[in-house]
């Protein structure tokens, strides 16, 4: 086979790809002043290219107010001073580059700060150069927002501006203006900022809140909803989801504005965009559609599985509505992240998973990393964290101070890593620690963890080693057998290769049959009984098997 042709046949390296994310202010302070920065991934690359990952996507460290804790940048280009500089993320790129790590950075596309110089120029007058960069709206006659769009960090989604006598576009808080993608200047700008990054070396990038891209220029009213839901991070206290959000995001042309990133992504060989779908009325349609084609996202991934009380009958289907929806594109898959509480800690309030976290996250962590899809892990899940539980003094995320007691907010997924079992700063930081470290976090700490060959850890690092071994589970397809609860199985195919996937989402043991021919895998680190045909899995249990061609 000729060299090009062995190139078609290699898929590109994100897919089936495992990507760790780092939410950089919690993760490891270099200097001392109680933030996690640059310096501070630099110098723990080690840890995770130990972990046996692909890629590291950093949340954002662009210069910003912090507001919304970088997701509000007022200078897309510049590394903000609390992370470090420039430099230190060229040290990243070159340093992660060497131990065979991607880097992806995380683009907040939709909307800027209030303190970006483009919007502090829009909001003068309506006639100046950037008048029309942003979404403006006169009010209605009787001096209200121009429609009902609600903001998903509570109250209208519009903001009065004196100077303009009108109101501008916000979806999140007030001091994230949106920007008119509808104006080719911004359109041009954006573009640019982007190609800095790449040009910069990044391997991929992910799209923050990417539906929220176009609004309709018609500004219509939004429907109620029929059924008011809690995906993802919101909640049936909070306004804006007794919304249908058929106006207000994923407009029709949203399509045009990937096809022009995606041209100049297409640059760059091996770089990648991965789109984050959330705050819309059907999310994995949503995710199929918007990777369909040359001219789409790459992949993207949704908020169906990081919400609240999901459990193996959800995880059923919605990985089957995925399987049938998806086509020819392509979905990551992710248990959590920064906006989500802690994976353990809403998996084990279900009855069936209550006993043994340990025992939990290592299922938990077998089976996602067993998914058909790219796979996102979140720091601190191959340590199994729990959700801390802060009290509202030591509350910093606006989006929970804004809706608590309801709503407690994010905080709790992004308390500093523990490092150390030190009570006061578990080895995060030298300083005093931006929120305080969770007491529960200190007994999971890496040192302990790296030390007994049982941990969480040590089966993360143990279970992605293997899984380099086996392509079927990188890049084969998927094939959903027919289950009953508590059992979830399923067959991953490879031109060379089958495995079958076995998972028990059960404290008890559970039994199933499996047809001849399945010999058992070993080196993944999970033991289960089986005597050809009749398998026997303990407590989550986990079991692998092949079938020799």
């Not at 990985?319 to 392509?330: A, D, L, M, V």
Request: net charge negative.
């Amino acid at each position: 086979m000729s060299d090009a042709n062995q190139s078609l046949q290699t898929p590109p390296w994100w897919r089936g790809a495992v990507i760790y994310q780092i939410y950089p202010r919690s993760f490891f302070d270099a200097n001392g002043d109680g933030i996690g920065d640059l310096p501070g991934i630099l110098a723990k690359l080690d840890y995770v290219k130990a972990l046996g990952v692909d890629a590291l996507w950093i949340s954002p460290f662009f210069k910003s107010p912090m507001k919304d804790y970088g997701y509000d940048v007022s200078d897309y280009r510049t590394v903000d001073p609390m992370f470090g500089s420039n430099a230190d993320f060229d040290q990243i790129i070159e340093a992660a580059h060497q131990r065979e790590l991607k880097v992806m950075v995380d683009m907040v596309l939709a909307h800027t700060s209030d303190q970006h110089p483009w919007f502090q120029e829009s909001r003068q007058s309506r006639t100046n150069p950037k008048a029309d960069w942003y979404v403006w709206a006169d009010p209605k006659p009787d001096g209200t927002p121009p429609n009902n769009w609600m903001a998903v960090f509570g109250g209208p989604s519009w903001k009065w501006e004196s100077r303009r006598r009108q109101y501008y576009l916000h979806h999140f808080l007030e001091a994230q203006p949106n920007l008119n993608w509808h104006n080719p200047q911004v359109i041009d700008a954006m573009l640019g900022e982007v190609e800095f990054w790449l040009e910069r070396g990044v391997d991929g990038l992910r799209l923050d809140a990417i539906v929220t891209l176009l609004h309709d220029p018609e500004l219509r009213d939004n429907p109620p909803a029929s059924e008011i839901s809690g995906e993802g991070m919101t909640s049936r206290d909070m306004p804006h989801t007794h919304q249908q959000h058929l106006y207000d995001r994923d407009h029709p042309d949203i399509m045009k504005r990937f096809a022009q990133l995606r041209a100049i992504v297409n640059r760059y060989p091996g770089r990648f965009l991965l789109g984050e779908i959330a705050e819309c009325a059907d999310s994995i349609d949503v995710a199929a559609r918007y990777t369909q084609g040359e001219e789409a996202l790459h992949t993207s991934y949704t908020f169906q599985m990081i919400k609240d009380q999901f459990g193996v009958e959800q995880l059923r289907g919605v990985i089957g509505r995925f399987e049938s929806e998806i086509g020819t594109g392509w979905a990551t898959h992710a248990f959590g992240n920064h906006d989500s509480k802690r994976v353990v800690s809403r998996w084990e309030v279900l009855p069936r998973l209550e006993g043994d976290r340990k025992a939990l996250a290592k299922l938990l962590m077998a089976c996602l990393l067993s998914l058909r899809g790219s796979i996102c892990v979140y720091q601190g899940e191959e340590l199994g964290l729990t959700e801390a539980d802060l009290p509202v003094e030591a509350m910093r995320d606006p989006f929970g101070i804004e809706f608590y007691p309801m709503f407690k907010g994010r905080d709790g997924c992004r308390t500093p890593m523990s490092w150390t079992d030190d009570p006061e700063r578990g080895g995060f930081t030298t300083g005093t620690p931006w929120l305080p470290i969770w007491r529960e976090h200190l007994e999971l700490c890496v040192e302990r963890q790296k030390a007994d060959p049982t941990s969480v850890l040590n089966a993360y690092r143990r279970f992605l080693a293997w899984r380099k071994q086996h392509p079927a589970l990188a890049s084969g397809d998927k094939i959903l057998m027919n289950t009953a609860d508590p059992i979830y199985a399923f067959e991953r195919r490879h031109v060379d290769e089958r495995v079958l996937c076995v998972f028990n989402f059960s404290n008890a043991p559970a039994t199933m049959k499996v047809a001849e021919g399945w010999q058992p895998l070993d080196g993944h680190g999970f033991e289960a009984a089986f005597d050809g045909t009749q398998l026997s899995l303990p407590p989550f249990g986990v079991f692998f098997a092949t079938e020799p061609r």
